[in-house]
């Protein structure tokens, strides 16, 4: 079993639309959890952080389910720059805390 | 601040040349890593480091050796470049172990 598993889409949205990704993790020490996007091409930039409680940072909630091991990603109003890889990320304890990635789910936003 | 620079951007080698993979980042961060990123693979964690003097393995590390001489520098060494090295190379820097990692742009390596 993967350590980090995500959809891989790809999810194609109109613009405006709501777009929620999930993404689940198998180890139960992980204690670090974000979300980084990825354009085409490009190296992997941090979306945000997901605490425990569920964070916001304006169109974009994060939420963590510790007891379900899973992390999700709400999009609202998505706007065509949104078009991108998301990446689950969680971290590794047995390894310096290093970060394990998912392979990303890809978004498509339309006009 | 510059973040984490990586050189070169584009390479091509021929099946078992050597080189090196350099990465710096000026942001005095204590954990660096160095993953690679293949199509359908996603990233995949090579080595780490979590302060100078000291680096181990990750997912990946054969065929790649690494050292930790200052905070700033952490590079990458193919020791004989084979066709299955292809990849693009992210080196990553973070302050602390619960931080999340700043990437440099990456390296892409071609192995003929």
């Known amino acids: 079993r993967k350590e980090v598993e995500q959809d891989p889409g790809p999810f194609n949205v109109p613009e405006g639309a709501t777009v929620a990704f999930n993404c689940t993790y198998s180890n139960s020490a992980s204690q670090s959890f974000f979300w980084y996007r990825q354009d085409c091409r490009k190296e992997p930039k941090l979306l945000m952080s997901v605490y425990s409680s569920g964070n916001e940072d304006g169109r974009f909630t994060a939420q963590l389910n510790r007891a379900s091991q899973y992390i999700s990603l709400l999009i609202r109003d998505s706007k065509l720059s949104d078009s991108a890889t998301y990446l689950c990320v969680v971290n590794i304890i047995n390894s310096g805390y290093a970060l394990n990635f998912g392979k990303g789910t890809s978004l498509l936003v339309t006009p | 601040n510059a973040g984490v620079t990586q050189t070169p951007k584009f390479q091509v080698l021929k099946t078992g040349q050597s080189m090196t993979l350099q990465c710096a980042q000026d942001?005095?961060?204590?954990?660096m890593s160095w993953y690679r990123q293949d199509p359908g693979m996603g990233l995949r964690l090579i080595h780490y480091?979590?302060?100078?003097?000291?680096?181990d393995q990750g997912e990946v590390p054969n065929g790649y050796n690494v050292s930790r001489s200052t905070t700033e520098d952490f590079p990458l060494r193919l020791l004989s470049a084979a066709p299955s090295q292809t990849s693009v190379y992210f080196c990553?820097?973070?302050?602390?172990?619960?931080?999340?990692?700043?990437f440099g742009s990456g390296t892409r390596l071609t192995v003929v």
């Open positions: 480091s979590v302060g100078a003097g000291i680096t």
């Open positions: 990553a820097s973070r302050q602390d172990s619960f931080d999340g990692y700043t």
């Open positions: 942001m005095n961060h204590e954990y």
